[in-house]
């Protein structure tokens, strides 16, 4: 991992320069289905490959499954592909109950598994108790941490969006995320309007969604207000809005191309 300024060097993709990358989650729930997906991606799809590890039957309660999951989808993908393991909580949308006990212990196992065969970066919710220490740990291994927030629910206003970026930088993100569900355009708007204010003077990269249908032009235009990267599925889709990784890939080149 390299940090400079707003950039961050993962393998062969930097987030924060130029169109945003596109990382796209595998939703397997078994480790030989997650291998296959890793397979099968297309060549040059995928700037960043998420494990949705909360997808991975069992792992809530299986440490080591955690770590084969990582380093086979790991040995699985090309040298240049950075990979991000994510275990996304039930509160926050994930697909398999955890309690803090069992959540700390899946990020503990990727943290354990750190190095060339293991994850690149780590997904870390904001809301996880003792956060700051957790990244801490993550960044000490040598992982990248993106700090999360999702809001299935609603769209808080935009100092709130704002305010929870902060946050997210001061417990120590390499990346700040977050996603929230959009029930009119003006909560479209504020995702953004926090996007382009957390981004206009941020010393790392942030990643915003707004989810659903609604919230899909985030997706596709969101690096004009800053939005270093943008989820985008091939096969199954880990949240409502995203689109095919390779559709969306044509749309960031044609808004690259026309600047
Ligand atoms: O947080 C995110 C963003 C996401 O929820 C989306 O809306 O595309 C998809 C998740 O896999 C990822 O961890």
């Not at 926090?194 to 942030?206: G, L, S």
């Amino acid at each position: 991992m390299t940090t400079n300024d707003a950039l961050l060097r993962l393998r062969g993709t930097t987030l924060g320069a130029g169109s945003p990358s596109v990382c796209v989650p595998l939703v397997a729930t078994t480790v030989g289905d997650a291998v296959d997906a890793a397979h099968a991606l297309p060549t040059g799809v995928a700037d960043v490959v998420e494990l949705r590890l909360d997808h991975l039957t069992g792992a809530a309660a299986d440490p080591a499954l955690v770590g084969a999951a990582v380093a086979a989808v790991r040995a699985a993908l090309p040298g240049e592909v950075p990979l991000l393991a994510t275990f996304r909580s039930a509160r926050e949308g994930g697909a398999q109950p955890a309690d803090d006990a069992a959540y700390a212990a899946v990020v503990a196992a990727v943290v354990a598994g750190a190095g060339p065969d293991g994850a690149d970066a780590v997904d870390v919710e904001l809301a996880t108790p003792d956060v700051a220490d957790t990244v801490a740990r993550a960044r000490a291994a040598g992982l990248a941490v993106v700090v999360s927030h999702h809001d299935f629910v609603r769209t808080p206003p935009a100092a709130d969006l704002v305010a929870l970026l902060r946050r997210q930088r001061d417990v120590g993100a390499d990346v700040c995320k977050v996603a929230v569900l959009p029930h009119d355009p003006d909560d479209v708007l504020a995702l953004l309007t926090a996007t382009r204010e957390f981004a206009r003077d941020a010393d790392r990269p942030v990643v915003t969604v707004a989810m659903g249908a609604l919230g899909l032009v985030t997706r596709l235009a969101g690096g004009v207000f800053g939005s270093a990267m943008t989820f985008g599925a091939v096969g199954t889709a880990s949240a409502p809005g995203q689109v095919d990784a390779a559709r969306l890939r044509d749309v960031l080149t044609l808004l690259h191309d026309a600047s």
